[in-house]
């Protein structure tokens, strides 16, 4: 099992700023990849960005590129989404999840190919 648990989310105004934490505990986090995932009211869950643990490649959905960087502190065994330039359409709940690091990388970009959750966090950009 590994538990994920995420934190930062809150209000802000367009062109702001806010970094989102997903702690990670449980098996050995070096065995997985994290990725962000964001849910908006009445649309599907959709990929935000993810890494792997044990590598610099990082990916992000074209609607982020940019703008939000993903990155991972493997002391802390968290990781972390900078996002930056925030628009009105990025609010949705953002929600952390983990998968084998060992899974092609389309997994990565496919929310029923990850393994473990957090509880999501609510991100609110107004105009």
């Known amino acids: 099992q590994v538990q994920l648990v995420e934190s930062g989310g809150g209000l802000v105004q367009a062109g702001g700023s806010l970094r989102l934490s997903c702690a990670a505990s449980?098996?050995?986090?070096?065995?997985?990849?994290m990725g962000w995932f964001r849910q908006a009211p009445g649309k599907e869950r959709e990929f935000v960005a993810a890494?792997?643990?044990?590598?610099?490649?990082?990916y992000y959905a074209d609607a982020v590129k940019g703008r939000f960087t993903i990155r991972r502190d493997t002391a802390k065994n968290t990781v972390y989404l900078q996002m930056n330039s925030l628009k009105p359409e990025d609010t949705a709940v953002y929600f952390c999840?983990?998968?084998?690091?060992?899974?092609?990388?389309?997994?990565?970009?496919?929310?029923?190919?990850?393994?473990?959750w957090g509880q999501g966090t609510q991100v609110t950009v107004s105009s």
């Open positions: 449980g098996r050995t986090v070096s065995n997985y990849a």
């Open positions: 999840g983990a998968t084998s690091a060992y899974a092609p990388y389309a997994d990565y970009l496919t929310d029923y190919k990850y393994l473990y």
């Open positions: 890494i792997v643990w044990t590598d610099v490649n990082t």
